[in-house]
């Protein structure tokens, strides 16, 4: 065989060509469901791709000294991948594309009945199979290289569209509704935020957390900084436990969750509750919390500052005890306003009995001048005591600096 044979096998093929991508435009369409409504992929597309790549096949068989041109392949990696076709239908036309001029190779061999027509066949057929792995690779990893970019693009868009929410600012012409459809969000599910530190600098604690809620059918956008993962997650009523579930088996740091709303309007708002909630929990412990859906606790997180001068008003005195006293009366009062106003189920969870919490209640009330028959008295306490708990190392540390001075 020389490679004059080779040369006149490719000018045989080059002159059919034409027929040739006809064939192979047939079979596809006929083999792969995906190109035949020409969606994504349209009819000419496809067409062209074939014609380009049986065309660089061709060249390859006819100048085989010449280097490898692997831009055909690649580019249709490329394209593909920004279509959304899947890599194996890509794969599976490519293939049938290089089938078919085989295919008429092998029938023009026989048709000529040369005997050095067998060897030059035998040559072609090596160095069809060697390049269709050649530009197979190539298309391949031009494939995948999109997709990543695709990925990467989707998220950081996701992630802008997450940050305009959590900021209140969507843009001009779209509002947190257009936004949060652009997240896939359900326009009538509640939602909530989360903020969770970071294990180190934008270094994702809850690592993986989209897809683990998406396993359940839940949809959430999330933005990374270099100090908190932030989120907006999509919470009906009947996953919500299995949503926490999910962020409490994922979590790596401190998380904060807000309670759920519905206007996404108040998602900056929300967001502020989730880092309260996150700034209650002990330094270093990989634990998730939601915030208090009260009000009074919603309102004190949002004004801190007037929930401090708060605390310090009404339970001054208490904050002024001895730190074993001050947490055996600030801890009855909690559990007696979290067991709906009940001594005994207090004293259940305090390990004490029911006389014992009536009568740290009197303390509180000689202590505070605050009555807890007293609805003006116990809404001040309630608020007092949410204010408390949202801030607590800041208020005792300003109540050791007044009992130094």
């Known amino acids: 065989?020389?490679?004059?044979?080779?040369?006149?096998?490719?000018?045989?093929?080059?002159?059919?060509?034409?027929?040739?991508?006809?064939?192979?435009?047939?079979?596809?369409?006929?083999?792969?469901?995906?190109?035949?409504?020409?969606?994504?992929?349209?009819?000419?597309?496809?067409?062209?791709?074939?014609?380009?790549?049986?065309?660089?096949?061709?060249?390859?068989?006819?100048?085989?000294?010449?280097?490898?041109?692997?831009?055909?392949?690649?580019?249709?990696?490329?394209?593909?991948?920004?279509?959304?076709?899947?890599?194996?239908?890509?794969?599976?036309?490519?293939?049938?594309?290089?089938?078919?001029?085989w295919d008429a190779l092998?029938?023009?061999?026989?048709?000529?009945?040369?005997?050095?027509?067998?060897?030059?066949?035998?040559?072609?057929?090596?160095?069809?199979?060697?390049?269709?792995?050649?530009?197979?690779?190539?298309?391949?990893?031009?494939?995948?290289?999109?997709?990543?970019?695709?990925?990467?693009?989707?998220?950081?868009?996701?992630?802008?569209?997450?940050?305009?929410?959590?900021?209140?600012?969507?843009?001009?012409?779209?509002?947190?509704?257009?936004?949060?459809?652009?997240?896939?969000?359900?326009?009538?599910?509640?939602?909530?935020?989360?903020?969770?530190?970071?294990?180190?600098?934008?270094?994702?604690?809850?690592?993986?957390?989209?897809?683990?809620?998406?396993?359940?059918?839940?949809?959430?956008?999330?933005?990374?900084?270099?100090?908190?993962?932030?989120g907006i997650v999509s919470l009906h009523s009947d996953v919500r436990e299995t949503a926490l579930a999910v962020l409490r088996e994922a979590a790596g740091a401190r998380t904060g969750v807000s309670p759920p709303y519905q206007s996404l309007a108040d998602s900056p708002r929300a967001l502020q509750l989730a880092r309260t909630a996150l700034a209650t929990l002990p330094a270093g412990r990989a634990e998730v919390r939601m915030f208090s859906p009260s009000p009074l606790a919603a309102l004190m997180a949002c004004d801190p500052g007037e929930g401090r001068r708060l605390a310090k008003e009404v339970l001054g005195a208490v904050l002024e005890l001895s730190p074993d006293d001050r947490a055996v009366l600030l801890d009855t009062l909690n559990a007696y306003l979290d067991h709906d106003g009940s001594s005994e189920r207090a004293a259940e969870v305090l390990y004490c009995h029911p006389n014992t919490v009536r009568y740290r209640l009197r303390r509180v009330h000689e202590l505070t001048g605050r009555s807890l028959s007293d609805p003006r008295g116990i809404a001040e306490l309630a608020t007092a005591a949410d204010a408390l708990s949202l801030s607590s190392n800041v208020l005792l540390q300003n109540g050791h600096s007044s009992r130094s001075q």
């Open 1 to 101: 065989m020389t490679r004059n044979g080779l040369a006149d096998l490719a000018a045989w093929a080059s002159d059919r060509l034409p027929r040739l991508i006809d064939d192979a435009h047939a079979t596809v369409l006929d083999r792969i469901e995906i190109y035949r409504d020409g969606e994504p992929v349209s009819s000419e597309d496809l067409r062209r791709s074939i014609a380009h790549n049986l065309r660089a096949m061709v060249g390859a068989i006819g100048h085989p000294q010449d280097s490898l041109d692997l831009s055909a392949p690649r580019e249709t990696g490329h394209r593909r991948a920004h279509q959304g076709v899947p890599l194996p239908e890509v794969l599976q036309a490519y293939r049938i594309s290089f089938a078919t001029l």
């Open 106 to 230: 092998v029938e023009h061999a026989r048709r000529g009945q040369r005997p050095s027509m067998a060897d030059t066949l035998l040559t072609a057929a090596s160095m069809i199979w060697q390049l269709t792995d050649e530009h197979a690779l190539a298309l391949t990893e031009a494939y995948r290289a999109a997709t990543a970019e695709l990925l990467l693009a989707q998220q950081q868009r996701r992630s802008a569209l997450v940050e305009a929410l959590l900021t209140g600012g969507p843009g001009p012409e779209v509002g947190p509704w257009e936004a949060a459809n652009l997240l896939g969000l359900p326009p009538d599910a509640q939602v909530v935020v989360v903020a969770a530190e970071t294990r180190g600098l934008a270094e994702e604690s809850l690592p993986g957390i989209e897809r683990r809620l998406a396993a359940h059918g839940i949809v959430s956008g999330w933005r990374l900084t270099p100090a908190l993962q932030l």
